[in-house]
């Protein structure tokens, strides 16, 4: 398994230090900045899976850094800061933040927040490059657009179904409990089709 590699940014020593000491020990690679000038430079110039960031940093602030990472990078980010209104924890968040943590924490927490964070950031690039398969259709998301590929029709004897394309993004449906107008088949086979065509929701009816 490869090794995740989290940014840690905070002007205080004591606190990079106490950040990097657990977080090495648990297991993650780690890299780490005193002042948003040196932030913004090691995310140009590497790929992190998490971001640790402080609010009060010299030069940009840490929500400055964050508005300007969330134009080319997407990684989760976890503020660290010792202001604790509300308004401050709502204000990162609407700017990109991921979570907010107010210090003092405790590591427990902070381990437990920054092991949340990567395993939902995780669980989204599995489910956004994961095919889904239905009956012999495959549906694919690239990018944003979506593809449809038909691997096999089944047929038994004269009677067969329309299967669906899942083709949601353009509001596809399918004649799985629809009626279909252009071949005639139903979900319950008693209209005899081989078509396999699609129709869009604006051409069915429900039985």
Excluded at 30 to 40: C, F, I, K, N, Q
Excluded at 142 to 169: I, Q
Aim: proline share 4%; aromatic share 6%; hydrophobic share 35%.
């Amino acid at each position: 398994m490869t090794q995740q590699t989290i940014l840690v940014v905070d002007d205080e020593a004591p606190m990079r230090k106490l950040l990097l000491n657990n977080l090495k020990a648990s297991g993650y690679a780690v890299r780490s900045a005193a002042d948003g000038t040196e932030a913004l430079k090691l995310l140009e110039e590497n790929r992190f899976d998490l971001l640790l960031l402080d609010i009060n940093l010299p030069g940009p602030n840490g929500l400055q850094v964050l508005e300007a990472m969330r134009h080319d990078v997407e990684m989760p980010v976890l503020m660290l800061s010792g202001r604790g209104r509300e308004r401050d924890k709502v204000e990162a968040l609407d700017r990109g933040a991921d979570d907010y943590l107010t210090k003092p924490f405790g590591i427990a927490e902070l381990l437990a927040r920054v092991k949340a964070l990567l395993r939902r950031a995780s669980f989204g690039r599995r489910a956004a490059s994961a095919p889904y398969r239905y009956k012999g259709w495959r549906s694919t998301s690239r990018l944003g657009a979506h593809e449809l590929r038909e691997s096999r029709f089944h047929s038994r004897g004269a009677s067969s179904k329309c299967w669906p394309t899942l083709h949601a993004m353009e509001a596809k449906s399918c004649c799985i409990g629809r009626y279909c107008k252009q071949c005639g088949a139903d979900s319950t086979g008693t209209n005899p089709s081989t078509c396999g065509r699609s129709f869009s929701g604006s051409a069915a009816r429900s039985n």
